[in-house]
Nanobody
Framework: QVQLVESGGGLVQAGGSLKLSCAAS????????LGWYRQAPGKEHEFVAHIGGTTYIADSVKGRFTFSRDNDKTTVYLQMNNLNPENTDIYYC???????????WGQGPQVDVTS
């Protein structure tokens, strides 16, 4: 079992920044790759970023979003800069043991960007 606890969502004006954090814990969490997805109401999860052996960031946010993790690999961060209203969504931290998709999800902080 892996636990993912996120923080850092909120309300920001267009052009502003937010930083999301995700703290992972559990007996075998080091066996999982961590990532971020976003989800709008009634829609599927949309990939944002993923870190395992390498780091992947969606083309739609590349250059504005940065994905990183701390040295002990227990916490990952999503730094979101130059936000626009299209980035408004719930953002979920994820943990995946295979390439088939996430096995675990965090609670999903809301990110709201106003124009």
């Amino acid at each position: 079992q892996v636990q993912l606890v996120e923080s850092g969502g909120g309300l920001v004006q267009a052009g502003g920044s937010l930083k999301l954090s995700c703290a992972a814990s559990g007996r075998t969490f080091s066996h999982y790759d961590l990532g971020w997805y976003r989800q709008a109401p009634g829609k599927e999860h949309e990939f944002v970023a993923h870190i395992g052996g390498t780091t992947y960031i969606a083309d739609s946010v590349k250059g504005r979003f940065t994905f990183s993790r701390d040295n002990d690999k227990t916490t990952v961060y999503l730094q979101m800069n130059n936000l626009n209203p299209e980035n408004t969504d719930i953002y979920y931290c994820s943990a995946a043991s295979t390439q088939d998709g996430p096995d675990y999800w965090g609670q999903g902080p809301q990110v709201d960007v106003t124009s």
